[in-house]
């Protein structure tokens, strides 16, 4: 359980309820986090929501033609930039781009280096992709918490 001032918060992603877990299953480094719509879950303490409307959201969003694709990639501001066979290839594009769009067209992006490293040190991130997929949040993470810029 956590103790004032812990600002640790569970190791197992799917679960917002600290009391249910024993001080060992606790983290302290800042990780993903997926956001979800279902009754009664709560966002972790210590957790931003960087999904898609806020500021930290990728502006490079997976577009599926049909169900089962192709995948198109759209831009803010632009529309189309890609077309993709397969979800998993359309999701590490856009996290990529989302990566070029940092280092090389900082413009475009709603927040800089500077924002996200003042403003997301030391916190989860969430947002709805899979924990077990590619997603800006990955991204965000690496350099909030020092790592290569972009």
Not at 42 to 58: E, F, M
Not at 66 to 95: I, K
Not at 96 to 119: G, N, Y
Request: hydrophobic share 35%; proline share 8%.
């Amino acid at each position: 359980m956590n103790t004032p001032g812990d600002e640790r918060t569970p190791c197992d992603e799917g679960d917002a309820t600290p009391s249910t877990h024993s001080a060992s299953t606790y983290c302290s480094e800042p990780r993903r986090v997926q956001q979800r719509r279902t009754a009664g879950w709560r966002k972790p303490d210590n957790t931003v929501s960087v999904a898609r409307p806020s500021k930290w959201g990728n502006p490079v969003r997976v577009v599926p033609v049909r169900a089962r694709g192709p995948f198109c990639l759209e831009r803010e501001g632009v529309g189309f930039v890609a077309q993709h066979t397969d979800l998993a290839s359309a999701r590490r594009s856009a996290v990529d781009r989302f990566r070029d769009l940092l280092a090389k067209q900082p413009a475009l992006v709603r927040v800089t280096v500077r924002e996200i490293r003042a403003e997301l040190a030391g916190k989860n991130l969430m947002c709805f992709c899979p924990l077990d997929h590619p997603c800006h949040a990955d991204v965000l993470l690496e350099i909030a918490n020092g790592g290569e810029h972009a």
